[in-house]
């Protein structure tokens, strides 16, 4: 059963960073990519970034390239997203998910989500 628990979320200034993480556990799939959605009170869930297992390519959304890194830690079965330049239209809750591809990147479980609010 695969799990994803997020974590590193917080309230952030304007312009200040943040590093979230999404640990998996009780993934059997060899091929598989992990990455962050986001959904923002009243609108819709929207993709952030998603990496591959197999050779670490990535995936941005235009919204965040050049600001969000995504990086894997595959010894610690972990993903981060490091966000830095954070605006208020980044206030979001954000999800960790999982899935079989890099522009398919859920459909195998998401995790439960860590608020980020960025205000000052």
């Known amino acids: 059963q695969l799990q994803l628990v997020e974590s590193g979320g917080g309230l952030v200034q304007p312009g200040g960073s943040l590093k979230l993480s999404c640990i998996a556990s009780g993934f059997t799939r060899k091929y598989y990519a992990i990455g962050w959605f986001r959904q923002a009170p009243g609108k819709g869930r929207e993709g952030v970034s998603c990496i591959s297992s197999s050779d670490g390519d990535t995936y941005y959304a235009n919204s965040v390239k050049g600001r969000f890194t995504i990086s894997r830690d595959n010894a610690k079965n972990t993903v981060y997203l490091q966000m830095n330049r954070l605006n208020a239209e980044d206030t979001a809750v954000y999800y960790c998910?999982?899935?079989?591809?890099?522009?398919?990147?859920?459909?195998?479980?998401w995790g439960q989500g860590t608020q980020v609010t960025v205000s000052s």
């Open positions: 998910a999982a899935g079989p591809g890099l522009y398919f990147c859920s459909g195998y479980g």
